[in-house]
């Protein structure tokens, strides 16, 4: 999967998502490792609505390193 295709996936039907998802992937995708990146996209694949439950810390994600992505992506939000 290519950039754009990735950024194509952080597009979501939910405007807090969106505006989480792609500045973090837009600044990041570049300098991710191979498992940094299929990490990102396995996140990619939950629902919106349990998407935003994680990225909200509502509630965590299947393992720890999907949490600790999903802290991350949370914590880059506050810097845009």
Request: proline share 2%; aromatic share 6%; hydrophobic share 45%.
């Amino acid at each position: 999967m290519n950039r754009a295709q990735i950024l194509w996936r952080c597009r979501r039907g939910m405007l807090e998502l969106d505006l989480l998802l792609k500045p973090y992937a837009e600044e990041n995708l570049a300098a991710m490792s191979a498992e940094q990146l299929q990490l990102f996209l396995v996140l990619l694949e939950y629902s919106d609505q349990s998407l935003l439950e994680i990225l909200m810390g509502r509630k965590p994600a299947k393992n720890t390193q999907l949490t600790e992505l999903a802290n991350t992506i949370q914590n880059a939000a506050k810097s845009y």
